[in-house]
């Protein structure tokens, strides 16, 4: 596979309803071995119903998982923030990397309430989310 081959997809997503913590786990593990399965790897917050999330990848299984998100039930206002060609991964290791709002504001106290889906905070949003790599 060559390297232009790999995309991002990010994106921004209100919960349809509340999810427990046991609820977000299972999530989050059926996408890890998912995207296991297909090369993907990235990084899913959630914070007060809503998510963001970094996915990258080989372009065919990215847009293939990003289709998926958007016909998922879980959630509505799926909003696409980025998709762009990259040449590495940002979370090479991340099959997906999982935050609860508490990580978030404990690593990065200027991410508190920015999760609310509102457009001026959505390159704020996305460095912050790309920080987690770190």
């Given amino acids: 596979m060559s390297q ?5 997809i990010s994106y921004i997503s209100k919960a349809t309803q509340d999810m427990g913590v046991l609820a977000l ?13 297909l090369g993907l790897s990235g990084v899913l917050f959630y914070e007060n119903q809503h998510f963001g999330q970094i996915l990258e990848g080989p372009r065919v299984e990215a847009a293939k998982i990003w289709e998926k998100i958007q016909r998922d039930p ?6 696409l923030l980025k998709m762009e060609e990259i040449t590495e991964r940002s979370f090479p290791a991340w099959s997906m990397r999982f ?29 912050l989310m ?3 790599a770190e």
């Avoid at 786990?25 to 399965?37: E, F, G, H, I, V």
């Avoid at 609860?100 to 460095?127: F, Q, S, Y």
């Fill in 25 to 37: 786990m299972r999530l989050t593990d059926q996408a890890a071995q998912l995207n296991q399965k």
């Fill in 99 to 127: 935050f609860l709002a508490k990580e978030i504001i404990a690593k990065m106290p200027n991410l508190t309430g920015v999760l609310d889906g509102l457009p001026e905070h959505d390159v704020e949003l996305l460095r």
């Fill in 4 to 8: 232009s081959q790999l995309i991002s």
């Fill in 130 to 132: 790309r920080s987690a």
């Fill in 74 to 79: 879980r959630h509505h206002q799926v909003r």
